[in-house]
């Protein structure tokens, strides 16, 4: 079977509890609410691409508890192909997120998501052969992306890896081999060790990974938009302005978005202003992936919200 998209990377649950203040080391402190939904990087860009609808795959591991068994079954509820979706021997990843006002800070604990080791992807070998991208972040280990890099490559397969969250000891060579780098600029300059404070200092970064052999990078830069890097081409894909409710997992949003027009036969311009586009509307709406509209929902989102997208969108 083929997949237009197969995700390798991770799932959590996301355990949201809205705060008044943190509390101090030692103390305790009430909060007025508290709930839980679907989340991890991973699974947010396998699940902004299904609803968007592209046929998706993911490789991943669920914990074996009850979290694990329920995402499991929202896997396959949200239309994702679960045939590499393993059960591990640890509990379900699970992320901590904790809301103030419009800020939040989040804890990862990994849980089954270690569980996903480079040689649990041999059992996948067909999945990633017979996909016309693969898409990795960096909230499994280092190892299991390097595996997966290789075996696209021997595949001829391109990649797009998403170094979110940043992670310092990442083999640049790894990068290199990559169709696609979306980094934000903060990511980009630690990775090049180079400045990042203006669009000139972030083209010059990206150009380092071109020059080293990334086909294309992608810098997301906020509300400025997404600035696209390539040997013979550099675009500034300006960002839509929208009153934001809640940035959580938007970054994720666009990652799966751009795979899903980008695999749909999008030129990647095209695809960067429509995926865009779509991280827009989720961040005006609250949580990770109970913001990710379909396809169908979409238009008459972007018309409320302004957003005039004049190319046809693929799949609407
Ligand atoms: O990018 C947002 C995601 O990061 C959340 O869904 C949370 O689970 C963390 O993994």
Wanted: proline fraction near 4%.
């Amino acid at each position: 079977m083929t997949h237009d998209i197969t995700v390798i990377g991770s799932n959590m649950m996301e355990l949201s509890t809205d705060i008044d203040r943190m509390p101090k080391l030692g103390e305790t402190v009430a909060a007025p609410d508290f709930h839980m939904a679907f989340g991890g990087k991973g699974a947010n860009q396998a699940y902004a691409a299904s609803q968007l609808g592209s046929n998706v795959a993911m490789i991943s591991k669920v914990g074996s508890d009850m979290l694990g068994r329920e995402y499991l079954k929202h896997f396959k509820e949200s239309g994702i192909d679960v045939a590499g979706v393993s059960v591990g021997k640890k509990s379900n990843g699970v992320a901590p997120c904790f809301i103030q006002g419009n800020m939040n800070s989040i804890i990862i604990v990994q849980g089954a998501n270690s569980e996903l080791t480079p040689d649990v992807l041999e059992d996948y070998r067909d999945i990633i052969k017979n996909s016309k991208l693969i898409v990795l972040q960096q909230e499994i280990s280092l190892e299991t992306d390097y595996r997966a890099i290789e075996m696209a490559h021997e595949y001829g397969v391109p990649v797009m890896l998403n170094p979110a969250p940043a992670n310092d000891h990442i083999d640049i060579q790894h990068v290199a081999m990559c169709e696609f780098y979306s980094p934000n600029e903060t990511e980009l300059g630690r990775l090049t060790k180079m400045p990042i404070d203006t669009i000139d200092q972030i083209k010059a970064a990206a150009h380092k990974l071109v020059d080293l052999g990334v086909k294309n990078v992608i810098v997301t830069i906020g509300s400025r938009g997404a600035l696209w890097v390539s040997k013979d081409h550099e675009e500034l894909i300006p960002s839509y302005k929208v009153d934001a409710v809640d940035s959580i997992g938007a970054g994720d949003s666009f990652v799966g978005a751009f795979s899903h027009y980008y695999t749909q036969g999008e030129d990647i311009s095209t695809a960067l202003k429509h995926a865009n586009a779509y991280a827009a509307v989720t961040v005006t709406r609250a949580g990770s992936q109970t913001s990710y509209p379909t396809a169908k929902e979409l238009p008459a989102l972007q018309r409320k919200l302004g957003i005039d997208v004049t190319d046809e969108l693929v799949g609407a």
